[in-house]
């Protein structure tokens, strides 16, 4: 019996000649795609930018010039003093952040007996030494003092500066040298 071909595998086993260039739709779509670009970007650089963004930087600079006349110089120099007052503040906020965990050994470590005038601290590289002017009633309360200091943790060196009996009812001013380890 012979063999017959359907239509399908006819229409399949028919050798299709390829064309030459590119499928015309491909390059119709490629075409859509630069044109929609290329309207898209006249329209941001000549219509967005010309027209609203250059627009609004002249508002911008008209009112920030009328503000600006309208501070006098007095004002002027405040604002400037005080932004300087906020920049000092946080550079000693800053500062302080260093110092702060030995002003709390020195707070924890006093007796109450002993009130302190001034405490002055210095900081290096390899030490932090605290110096620390104070007053009580007897000379055995700073030799206390002394003590725990000397016990206190991270601390290195403890010495008596100088102490002066003033009076009885002032009793006797005293400064101690602290020196911390860092």
Do not use: C, H
Not at 44 to 58: P, S, V
Not at 119 to 127: E, H, Q, V
Not at 134 to 144: E, F, K, P
């Amino acid at each position: 019996m012979p063999y017959t071909q359907s239509a399908l595998q006819t229409e399949l086993s028919r050798q299709r000649e390829a064309a030459a260039g590119w499928p015309w739709r491909l390059m119709t779509l490629s075409v859509i795609v630069l044109l929609a670009v290329v309207a898209v970007y006249l329209g941001m650089r000549f219509g967005f930018e010309e027209a609203y963004l250059k627009g609004a930087l002249a508002d911008e600079e008209a009112t920030y010039a009328a503000t600006f006349k309208s501070v006098s110089p007095e004002d002027q120099k405040r604002v400037f003093d005080f932004y300087s007052q906020l920049s000092n503040i946080d550079t000693l906020l800053k500062k302080q952040g260093k110092v702060t965990p030995y002003a709390v050994i020195i707070e924890q470590n006093t007796l109450n007996a002993i009130t302190f005038s001034n405490l002055d601290i210095k900081t290096s590289d390899t030490a932090i030494v605290a110096v620390i002017v104070g007053r009580t009633a007897t000379y055995s309360s700073i030799v206390q003092q002394l003590g725990l200091f000397k016990a206190a943790p991270d601390v290195s060196d403890v010495k008596l500066l100088g102490a002066r009996f003033v009076n009885p009812t002032d009793g006797i001013n005293f400064s101690i040298q602290i020196t911390f380890d860092r």
